[in-house]
């Protein structure tokens, strides 16, 4: 027996699949099969899904005060922070990452419906004073209706908290399909959510692709939130442009640059940098996978870096991920595993290999914090999203030549500036081209700022404000005050 959910959660109900399909997840620690009946949403379950959150919109849910809702969003996180470690052991059990990691994801994700319960009852409109010809207007903004997400398998909890916490703040009803590396522990807040809202106000399927199309595609979901690759951005995008024009937000990963000046702390910026590439084992889409070193401190930097990195392979820090000593688990699963292996061989034949580029022992797919230097701006090691603990460390001379470079990618979700420069940080943050900036940091988001991408890292945001609005929509009422004739 499975000690873990597998069906669909609809309506409130753990429900077979109609499609009689069903997921594989195997364990990447040591290959062994997690569950092959994990039930897979066919168009049938994605229908029934879309028909309950529509039933509870135009029901309960989208009659509910917002002070109603708060409360229930609170009680929500409450239940998410009490069940925090448990939950996330089933996302550690699918993807490997280590559990503090994904623990830390579920507090992350009922701190989201927290700071979303706080602005559910401030969601206020605007009047504009009357004209002479008696036009009184009133703008107002209303919930959008049945909302969705697709999210990927590296942070599953954050993912999910990002999109339904301002939905259902907003007033909507909302279905939620978790990546297909990662299915249990989105699913398994399921039992909760029943305790909590309403049938039909947040619904669950699992499923490929092919289930994120169908909710693409879909003529009674108004609004899709993804966060994944480019490549199935697009798609969506696409899905959604060619049925009923659904609103999209993409967060699409990236390849953020790190630039470190001479000036800064150099102690600081090689274990800010550790952070920001070693966290979640590298999966991490605003992870600073290239970093930028001013000439003069470059060799020093590196040293810095490589000894950090031979430390973390050489201890506790990498192993087991059920453990919570263990920072960095295995890679998801083979085809990320792969992938990374693949585009560690380009940087080693495209640039040098300062420490790393191997697999960590013989089981599970460990793999090594690996340092490239020398790697030409053209190479995929250096374009491409890795997605595991691999960094390329390239070096400048100028400010000028340091921007130019952290810009020449297709991507602009995040970086990072190191100076102790003032004017400096605020002239270089303001021509690096990225939806979030950390500076003498690596950047870590919050619930309460807005994060997301520019250029191919996708458009939209989620949390703060501007995370709320992205669920409401704008109705300007005009009345005409002059009606005596
Ligand atoms: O992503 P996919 P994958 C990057 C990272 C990684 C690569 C591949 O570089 O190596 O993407 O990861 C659903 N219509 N990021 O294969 O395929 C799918 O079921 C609708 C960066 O996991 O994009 C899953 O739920 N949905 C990223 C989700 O999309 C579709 C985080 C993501 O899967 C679909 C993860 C379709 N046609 C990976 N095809 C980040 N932004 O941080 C797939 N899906």
């Given at each position: ?252 990963g990236g390849k953020s640059p790190s630039v ?13 940098s550790?952070?920001g590439i ?6 991490i889409c605003a992870m600073a996978s290239r970093v930028f ?92 999203e ?5 960094v ?14 952290a810009n020449?990618t297709?991507f602009g979700l995040s970086a990072c500036v ?14 690096i081209e990225a939806g979030t900036i950390a500076?003498?940091?690596w950047y ?9 991408g520019?250029?191919?890292s ?28």
């Open positions: 027996m499975a000690s873990f959910e597998t069906r669909l959660f609809i309506n409130n109900e753990f429900v077979d699949a109609k499609s009689g399909e069903y997921l594989t997840v195997y364990n990447p620690v040591d290959d062994s099969l997690v569950s092959d009946k994990i039930s897979s949403a066919g168009e049938a379950d994605v229908d029934a899904a879309v028909a309950a959150a529509k039933a509870a919109f135009k029901g309960d849910w989208g009659k509910t005060d917002p002070t109603v809702r708060a409360k229930k969003m609170r009680q929500f996180a409450d239940m998410i922070r009490e069940k925090a470690e448990e939950i996330a052991g089933l996302d550690t059990k699918t993807m490997g990452s280590a559990i503090g990691t994904q623990a830390m994801g579920y507090g992350v994700c009922a701190d989201l419906f927290d700071y979303y319960a706080g602005l559910a009852d401030k969601i206020h409109g605007e009047t504009s004073y009357p004209t002479s010809a008696g036009k009184y207007k009133i703008t107002q903004r209303e919930p959008i209706g049945v909302c969705s997400g697709i999210g990927a398998w590296n942070v599953s909890a954050v993912l999910f908290g990002w999109k339904a916490a301002p939905a259902l703040a907003a007033g909507n009803t909302f279905l939620y399909k978790p990546s297909e590396k990662a299915p249990l522990g989105t699913l398994a807040l399921g039992a909760l959510i029943k305790e909590v809202f309403p049938p039909g106000v947040i619904n669950i399927v699992n499923g490929g692709g092919k289930t994120g199309q169908l909710m693409a595609a879909h003529m009674e979901i108004r609004q899709i939130a993804f966060t994944g690759s480019t490549a199935t951005g697009r798609k969506i995008q696409e899905h959604a442009a060619k049925s009923n024009l659904k609103r999209v937000s993409l967060e699409l470190i000046f001479e000036d800064a702390n150099l102690n600081l910026a090689v274990e800010k550790m952070e070693l966290a979640n084992t590298g999966q070193v001013q000439e003069s401190i470059s060799d020093k930097f590196i040293e810095g870096l490589a000894d950090g990195f031979k430390k973390v392979s050489s201890g506790d820090a990498i192993g087991d991920p059920t453990l919570k000593t263990t920072h960095i688990g295995p890679i998801a699963d083979k085809k990320q595993y792969e992938r990374v292996m693949e585009l560690i061989e380009v940087g080693k034949a495209e640039g040098k290999l300062v420490t790393g580029g191997v697999r960590r022992g013989k089981d599970g797919l460990y793999v090594e914090p690996t340092i490239f230097k020398q790697t030409p701006n053209t190479s995929r090691i250096v374009q491409e890795v997605f595991g603990p691999v390329t460390v390239h070096t400048f001379k100028t400010e000028e030549e340091a921007i130019e470079m020449d297709v190191y100076t102790e420069s003032i004017s400096r940080a605020l002239r270089v943050t303001r021509q500076v003498n940091d870590f988001p919050g619930p309460d700022t807005p994060f997301g520019i250029k191919q996708g458009y939209g945001r989620e949390g703060g404000l501007e995370g709320l609005i992205e669920y409401l929509q704008t109705k300007t009422i005009q009345i005409n005050i002059n009606t005596t004739t």
